[in-house]
């Protein structure tokens, strides 16, 4: 728990209209932008005043918030890359639309037991790798 003191805290279903979790905002394409934070008490907080509050929801002000900035191209690459190692299967080399159980298995399950995978499943290997 931070030590920080917000100026305003609300109990649970008390909040005023005009304020937003981050989800919430992220999914109006909009981010806080380093406004400070209201709190939200959690539920079991509220029946219990004298409680220290172990779950706050924060929430920002929309009319404060401002629109998500795009992602930058190497930004971009270099998320594909991160899922890509999470996708590849390292025997078979096949790039799955999912996340593969690399930690578990350590291989796709056609690779690790022999269950036949679906072809619409993974992106087919190229046949080459040249550029042209």
């Given at each position: ?5 917000y100026r305003e805290?609300y109990?649970w279903?008390t ?5 937003a979790t981050?989800r ?6 909009l981010r806080p932008?380093?406004?400070?934070p209201i709190?939200l008490r ?10 220290i509050?172990?779950r706050?929801?924060?929430l920002?002000?929309i009319?404060?918030a401002k629109?998500?900035r795009?992602?930058?191209?190497a930004?971009?690459?270099a998320?594909d890359?991160a ?17 593969i159980?690399?930690r578990t298995l ?5 690779c690790?037991?022999?269950?036949p995978a679906?072809p ?6 190229p046949?080459?790798?040249l550029?042209?």
């Open positions: 728990m931070d030590s920080v003191v805290a109990d279903g909040a005023p209209e005009g304020l981050r919430q905002l992220r999914a109006l394409g932008a380093g406004q400070e709190v959690c539920r079991p907080c509220g029946f219990w005043p004298g409680r509050c172990t706050p929801t924060y920002y002000r009319d404060r629109p998500v795009p992602m930058t191209l930004q971009e690459r998320l890359r899922m890509e190692a999470r996708q590849r299967c390292g025997k078979c080399g096949r790039r799955y639309h999912h996340c159980p690399l350590g291989s796709c399950l056609e690790h037991d022999g269950t679906d619409t499943t993974y992106i087919p290997a046949a080459h790798q550029a042209a």
